[in-house]
């Protein structure tokens, strides 16, 4: 109690000062008028110095004194001093210690002369009155007080009856009744009811029920009767009491609560005048009850859900069960009111939101808000609540909108001014409201348009110190959004214009909030409310309905039952349609066009189930097989492309989709990128296009849209922009092309492992097809600005992105050709005055210029090594042109302009079209047609162009230092092979290229080596190629054919375009270039032989891969065959022995592997309708007929023929250039410190794509022997398979074989006639050259182990030709073990190298200038010259005179055993067929083992002349590639170079003559 405490100095002071101290404070505190705190103050000040007594610091007589003055100050002052003595009584009588209550007991004894008797006895306890003497005894006192009480309060002296007092309870009614609009206020009438109690005796409690009576009768008087209540004092616990026996009454069952009665009790409650927890109580029904009804309605919901969606067949019985449980359910007595729902709804209607918010609290969520009328209440006011800022913010231009009077109650929610404000109470509210915002669509449209206005001022307002406001806002928006909007959608009527009211401000969302609260929407939202559940079955099973009856000719009807059912609850809707093309997929068309009945928000709602779709982790993406991509997907996918295309949907959050799956490795998604970029930018990725449409892709954008595509996709004008905006908006554009490019190889290395190669191969496609198609889209409709803003440099790319070159350079090219013609541009409007440089010369400028810093970037791509076999100009003007730049197709142009001119003529003819619109497609038909001419024109100047640019930089692309043969395998691996499988104009450009560029006569471009590493060496390229990749390499292969085949069929168009060319020198001269003498430049004839050669590697490689048996390389193989068909097979031997493996596969492949079978039939087919364009071989090149031939003309050479040594000119090439080519390759292996410039000597290169020959002498031999073979090759050719001149021939073939040796001894003498001075500066070098013996041994010729394992086999399938074959497959060298085992390591590693320019990983670079060849080629010499090596050439030439002797009786034997053979052939089967194809494949590659080594040209000289004496089949392999090999070897020779070499081996040739004399003897 004490608030005031007296200061120590006082009381240890009493008497001197404090005293006076105290009652000076009593009198100030009397004084002070503070509405009744001073008493207490005086009370405190009173209670600390009667304390102070108690305690024993103050005599008893000071302190009665100093009180009995404080008496005067104050009348009531005994009763303020008698409260403070009742305190004391309680405290003192509580403690332990007497003295203090005797103390007490004493003060107030004391104290009894002022203070009266009668205060003390009401305020103190009997026992203290009795110490005190006030009283006799304290137990009779007690018994008094109690039966005064109940004398008082018990005994009735009032009516509680009105019949008792009907008079006064009468006057009563008539009071509360009267008129209330005069002066009669509340206080008056209360007078009244005091005087009427008083008068009449009547019951408080009674008078108080019928007030509550009357206002309950008259609710609207509400001020009067609640001031009349609150001033009729009463306890708020009896008002409580009554209004419960009211509620009680109407418990009943069928009774009905009336509204008044809530009314009143709310507003008792709004005024505080009773408690609701108070009253809460009396309500039924219980708060348990209430619980278990709302779960009975979810499980009663569920379970109608489940009958809704489940098959079942109604029975009668089971109808006539339900029938009866309605009867008897109507019959049942009705349930008594919701009371506590009445009262919330009446807290409502007044505004009292703190109750009503309490009484929802206590129930489960939305349960109240169920209720129609508590909804609408509630709706109701969040109207008032809203109404002023909508008025500010929310309502649309020229919307009136209703007037709405404000409640007058003060204590209701104020109304909202600012966003801020929401937050208040309104968001609260509509929280409660959830679901159930559906019953007011007008204030549903308030709350969105409301939301409109805050995302406008949200996005509007950039200010930091607002910024964190703004976003709790933001949250609370979306979470009505969620919790709110779009269940109450759901219960919604199909209400179209809500929907779109919804999209208004749901599209200032960013698509990632959008779609999380669709997520919410479908997944959660609809399992939390009975009513909910029961609406998403209905809508599942209208859904069946209709999609059931969804085809082709009821679009209309059920679009527009879809668009209807779409507007309150599309996630439900698309989610079950969705399902269904997922299985179906013919009802994607239909359920397309059915679709345009939607809203805007449907349409985004839709996107985001699409992604949902495709998303599902519980899908695989795979079929079961893991080869192919599943159904569903690639439903879904083609559904996107369809969708996205033909309706306005927004494509961010797709295709995030996508570079997120892209991100995490996963490629299979990119199937629907490819889609949607097909259906929307009118951009096909195929390889299956037509010649017409390929050359149509060459010209410019109209071209391509017109004739360049298999759909003509017309307007994708709108879809692709479309398109553009998004990937520019979100910038995803070049994320998702480094992304592909970069998966390109993580589908191999990263995702391959455990799939499937087919399935590996499949998505290696997609990834690269979409990659180059979504960069052709963004090419062609990205400005310039945004693309060059977007792509970065190609070293950057490279470098830091580890983008592929061949993607960084597919993106950066229309870079390079904006830059171009916009600095082009520039310069022509810089001097538009000054008239004198011409156009082109400003082009090249501009061209400098911009591909200047690309020459500088690309030197970072590649090892510094190989910029010396190729210019980065070079390289980087390969891959910055494209097909548009190298030709105009003018025939497209001129077809598709005729195409127009026939459609102009079938408008114009046909009367049916009305007039107007014939005008119309007319004028557009017009307008494509002057469009595509000018861009013919602009395509025309721009070639011209540059043409005239590359005509000025030729000179500058290729070194003249490095090696022919070095600069084409650079050239191979680093531009061709990568870009001709990129895409297939890429693949016609890189064979456009070579022309191009021979054409161009470009300076140190060998264009027949080019050629022939292109087609020797195909087995490795198709092996490692996918199955769009071998369409593409096909295409590039055809086209390089397509060039070769022109040459080869025309003499004057061969010597036009070929002869005076750099590119078929056969020498090459360090005097400069002057066009080439006639001798160093390939004659016609011989490029025909050169032509047959690479037809028939190309046999060879295909036979190969078809008998692998390995899918990959069958498939692979049969595709490109395809593809060459128009320029392959030619011949027809080759043809046949392609027919016959291709047969064997459509055999073994039938029911293996289908779509092998498949390949092959089709292939079969095609083949079977070239072949009469076939022609027999000696009409594809000039054939001399041989002697000794007694094979017919159709089993001559080819694969096909079994058991007979390769007679064919081909074979023989392939024996001799490409063995010796082989032997090159090791022997560099073996010598790479001496032999860097060697290579430099490199000749025509064969299938393992390496220089075929390297010595000088070898040279003039093969010359020598060229002449002789090829009367042999013709003979062959000719001479029928059993005439009996045979053996004529033969001897008359030997004779000539010897002439022939002589001949080219003799030029061979006279060529390595050497000074003695030479001679002995060789010797001297010798001993330099030991060091390098040991490196270079071994060189003589060995079979590889694989060739060695062929042989076995087929000479167990073939014992009988055994003794025939041998001779020809026989090495005539003895080897040794070690340098075997040694070879066939270095020949395994060879094979097992799949580039397509395998050879240069063997090869040393051929970096060092021309200068220092003399010296590697001396060092060369002397390791051929070692001792060791001339041991082994007098082994080999004695074993060859014995070997002789026995080779005549083979060749006997050989020659009958073909005759008989040529008569029995065509009876043969298949099975011998097949064992022919190996067997010819085998002699043909051990052919090349008998091709001297080069490792010195003395043994390559003994090789040949052992050869001479050979075989007659040997020798007439020796022949035509002489001259292809020669040529290709002088192609890769300056004349400088020759010389020197010539001078240095003339003087190191002393011993060797003696040796080369020695084994010309032993021929003769």
């Known amino acids: 109690m004490a608030t005031l405490i007296l200061p120590g100095e006082w009381i240890k002071n009493w008497e001197k000062s404090g005293k006076h101290e105290f009652v000076q404070l009593c009198k100030e505190l009397t004084e002070k008028t503070d509405h009744g705190s001073e008493i207490r103050d005086i009370q405190a000040a009173l209670y600390e110095l009667c304390w102070q007594v108690v305690q024993g610091n103050l005599k008893l007589d000071l302190v009665t004194s100093v009180l009995g003055d404080m008496m005067e100050l104050r009348e009531d002052m005994p009763s303020i001093l008698a409260d403070v003595f009742s305190i004391l009584d309680l405290e003192t009588g509580a403690l332990e ?26 305020r103190l306890d009997p026992e203290t009155l009795e110490s005190l003497g006030l009283i006799k005894q304290a137990l009779q006192f007690n018994q008094k007080i109690v039966k005064i009480k109940t004398k008082l309060f018990y005994k009735q002296q009032k009516f509680n009856l009105l019949r008792e007092e009907n008079e006064g309870y009468a006057k009563l009614i008539t009071e509360l009744g009267q008129d209330l609009s005069g002066n009669i206020t509340s206080h008056l009438v209360l007078e009244s009811i005091k005087s009427l109690i008083g008068c009449f005796n009547l019951d408080p409690n009674r008078v108080l029920d019928i007030i509550l009576e009357v206002y309950e009768s008259r609710s609207d008087q509400d001020e009067f009767f609640l001031s009349l209540i609150k001033s009729y004092m009463c306890e708020p616990l009896t008002l409580c009491h009554i209004l419960g026996f009211k509620f009680k009454f109407y418990q009943e069952p069928n009774e009905e609560t009336p509204k008044s009665l809530y009314h009143i009790a709310a507003a008792l409650l709004h005024h505080n005048l009773i408690e609701l927890e108070d009253l809460y109580v009396h309500l039924m029904p219980l708060d348990a009850n209430i619980v278990e009804e709302h779960k009975r309605d979810i499980s009663e919901a569920k379970q109608i859900a489940r009958k809704l969606v489940m098959v079942v067949l109604p029975s009668e019985k089971s109808e006539d069960k339900e029938k009866d449980k309605e009867k008897e359910e109507e019959k049942n007595e009705k349930p008594p009111d919701n009371q506590k729902l009445g009262l919330l709804e009446a807290l409502l209607r007044i505004g009292d939101w703190h109750h009503a918010q309490s009484i929802m609290d206590q129930m489960p969520s939305f349960y109240a808000s169920s209720h129609k009328a508590i909804a609408l209440a509630l709706c109701q006011l969040v109207h008032l609540t809203v109404e002023p800022l909508y008025r500010r913010a929310g309502l649309p231009k020229g919307a009136r909108g209703c007037v709405l009077h404000p409640l007058r109650n003060k204590r209701a929610p104020r109304p909202a001014e600012s966003f801020e404000d929401l937050r208040r109470d309104t968001f609260s ?21 409301l939301g409109k206005a805050f995302m406008k001022e949200h996005q509007s307002d950039g200010r930091a110190d607002v910024k964190d406001k703004m976003d709790t806002l933001l949250s609370c928006f979306l979470s009505i959004a969620d919790q709110v909007l779009l269940p109450s959608l ?126 599902n982790p519980e899908k695989e993406k795979m079929k079961h097989d893991d080869t192919t991509i599943s159904s569903w997907l690639q439903s879904l996918a083609s559904l996107c492309g369809a969708v996205f295309r033909k309706y306005p949907i927004e494509l961010a959050g797709l295709l995030q989709y996508v570079t997120n799956q892209l991100k995490a490795g996963k490629s299979f998604d990119l199937l629907i990128l490819k889609e949607v970029v097909q259906k929307m930018a009118g951009i096909e990725i195929t390889d299956e296009m037509t010649s017409e449409q390929l050359e149509a892709m060459t010209g410019g954008e109209q071209l391509k849209a017109e004739g360049g595509y298999f759909g003509q996709i017309r307007n994708t004008k709108k879809s692709s922009q479309r398109l553009k905006d998004v990937l520019l908006d979100h910038e995803l554009a070049l994320p998702l092309c480094l992304l592909m490019a970069q998966q390109r190889n993580g589908v191999v290395f990263l995702e391959g492992g455990e799939k499937h190669l087919k399935l590996v191969g499949h998505l290696y496609d997609q990834c690269h097809d979409t990659l180059v198609q979504f960069g052709g889209f963004l090419a062609s409709n990205l400005s310039t600005e945004d693309y060059i803003k977007r792509v970065p440099s190609i070293d950057i790319l490279c470098n830091q992105f580890h983008t592929p070159h061949d993607a960084a350079f ?41 591909m200047t810093p690309v020459h500088e970037a690309v030197v970072s791509l590649h090892p510094a090594r190989v910029w010396d076999d190729l210019r980065p100009q070079f390289y980087a003007t390969f891959w910055s042109l494209t097909m548009y730049d190298l030709a105009v197709p003018h025939s497209a142009y001129e077809r598709e302009v005729n195409k127009l001119k026939a459609q102009i003529k079938a408008i114009e003819e046909n009367p049916e079209i009305p007039l107007n619109k014939k005008k119309k497609e007319k004028e557009r038909c017009t307008a494509l047609q002057e469009k595509l001419q000018e861009e013919e024109k602009k395509q025309l100047e721009h070639v011209q162009r540059v043409l005239h640019r590359l005509k000025l930089e030729k000179d500058n692309w290729l070194l003249a230092k490095s090696t022919k043969n070095e600069t084409i395998t650079k050239f191979l691996q680093l531009c061709l092979f990568p870009r001709c499988i990129f895409s297939s104009i890429d693949a016609v450009y890189c064979a456009r290229f070579v022309e191009l560029v021979h054409q161009q006569k470009t300076p140190n471009f060998c264009t027949l080596l080019c050629y022939d590493r292109v087609f020797s060496a195909i087995i490795y390229t198709v092996a490692s190629c996918t199955e769009n990749e071998s369409h593409r390499y096909g295409r590039f292969l055809c086209c390089m054919l397509e060039t070769v085949t022109r040459w080869h069929s025309d003499r004057a168009v061969y010597e036009k375009e070929c002869v005076n060319y750099p590119g078929f020198l056969t020498i090459f001269r360090a005097t400069g270039f002057d066009g080439g003498n006639k001798a160093d430049q390939l004659d016609y004839e011989n490029f025909r032989h050169v032509v047959h050669k690479w037809h028939y590697m190309l046999t060879k490689a295909s036979v190969h891969c078809l008998e692998t048996g390995d899918y990959t390389h069958i498939r692979n193989i049969l595709i490109v065959l395809t593809k060459i068909l128009p320029c392959y097979p030619k011949v027809l031997n080759l043809g046949q022995a392609l027919e016959c493996r291709v047969h064997k596969i459509c055999l073994e492949e039938k029911d293996k592997r289908p779509d092998l079978y498949a390949l092959a039939m089709g292939y079969s087919g095609r083949l079977k309708s070239q072949k009469v364009h076939m022609v027999p071989e000696n009409e594809f090149h000039h054939k001399e007929q041989p002697a000794r031939s007694a094979t017919p003309a159709n089993q001559q050479n080819g694969p096909g023929s079994t058991g007979k040594p390769a007679t064919s000119t081909s074979k023989t090439e392939e024996g001799t250039s490409e063995d010796s080519d082989r032997g090159k390759d090791k022997s560099q292996g073996n010598t790479k410190p001496v032999n860097k410039a060697n290579s430099a000597a490199a000749k025509v290169t064969t299938s393992n794509g390496n220089g075929a020959l390297n010595s000088t002498k070898a040279v003039k031999e093969r010359d020598d022997k060229e002449k002789s073979g090829k009367e042999k090759k013709e003979k062959k050719e000719k001479t029928p398979g059993s005439t009996p001149e045979t053996k004529a021939e033969n001897r008359r073939e030997k004779q000539r074989d010897e002439r022939a040796g002589k001949e080219e001894r003799a030029a061979r003498e006279g060529k390595e006639k050497t000074p003695k001075a030479d001679r002995e500066k060789v010797k001297a070098e010798e001993k330099n050259s030991k060091d390098d013996k040991a490196k270079a041994g071994n060189g003589e010729p060995v079979e590889p182990s694989r060739d060695r394992d062929a042989v076995k086999e087929s000479k167990s399938k073939e014992k009988g030709d055994r003794s025939a074959v041998a001779g020809s497959l026989k090495s005539p060298v003895p080897r040794s073990e070690s340098a075997e085992s040694e070879r066939d390591h270095k020949r395994r590693k060879l094979d097992s190298h799949s580039s397509p320019s395998h050879s240069s990983s063997v090869k ?59 008569v029995s052939d065509r009876e043969t089967s298949q099975e011998s067929k097949r064992k022919k194809d190996e067997n010819g494949t085998n002699s043909s590659k051990n052919s090349k083992s008998t091709s001297p080594s080069c490792d010195s040209p003395l043994l390559a000289e003994k090789e040949k002349s052992k050869r001479s004496k050979s075989s007659s089949k040997e020798k007439a392999e020796s022949v035509k590639p002489e001259r292809t090999s020669s040529g290709g070897k002088k192609e890769s020779r300056h004349d400088k170079e020759k010389s020197e070499k010539k001078e240095k081996r003339d003087s190191s040739g002393g011993k060797e003559e003696k040796k080369h004399h020695k084994s010309s003897d032993k021929h003769r």
């Open 429 to 449: 509210m509509l929280g409660y409201l959830g679901p159930h915002l559906s019953h007011d669509p007008i204030l549903f449209a308030k709350i969105v348009r």
């Open 810 to 850: 597919f993106l950066s090219r229309p870079m390079y050709a904006h830059q171009i013609l916009s600095k082009y541009d520039e310069l022509k409007k810089a001097e538009k005055g000054n008239r004198q440089q011409p156009k082109v010369h400003k082009y090249v400028a501009a061209c400098e210029q911009v």
């Open 490 to 615: 759901s219960l919604m009527e199909c209400n179209a214009c809500m929907s779109e009211e919804l999209w208004g401000l749901f599209k200032l969302f960013p698509y990632q909030h959008r779609y999380r609260l669709y997520g919410q929407w479908k997944n959660e939202t609809y399992s939390s409310h009975p009513l909910l559940v029961k609406v998403k079955a209905q809508t599942v099973e209208r859904a069946k309905y209709i999609m059931k009856r969804l085809t082709k000719e009821n679009v209309k009807q059920s679009g527009r039952q879809i668009g209807k059912l779409s507007h309150s609850n599309p996630t439900i809707l698309f989610d079950y349609m969705l399902s269904q093309i997922q299985w179906y997929d013919n009802l994607i068309v239909p359920v397309v066009d059915s679709l345009k009945y939607l809203t805007s928000l449907n349409y985004d709602v839709l996107a985001y189930c699409i992604i949902e779709a495709l998303a």
């Open 97 to 122: 210690e007497k003295n203090k209550r005797d103390h007490y007991t004493q003060l107030v004894g004391a104290c009894l002369i002022f203070v009266p008797e009668a205060i003390l006895k009401e």
């Open 1404 to 1462: 040393d670079n051929s970096n060092e200038p021309k200068e220092s060849t003399s010296k590697h080629h001396i060092n060369y010499n002397s390791v051929a010259r070692s001792k060791s090596r001339e041991r082994e050439m007098e082994k080999k030439d004695s074993d060859n005179t014995q070997g002789r002797s026995k080779e005549k009786k083979e060749e006997k034997d050989r020659k009958d055993r073909k005759r008989d053979h040529a």
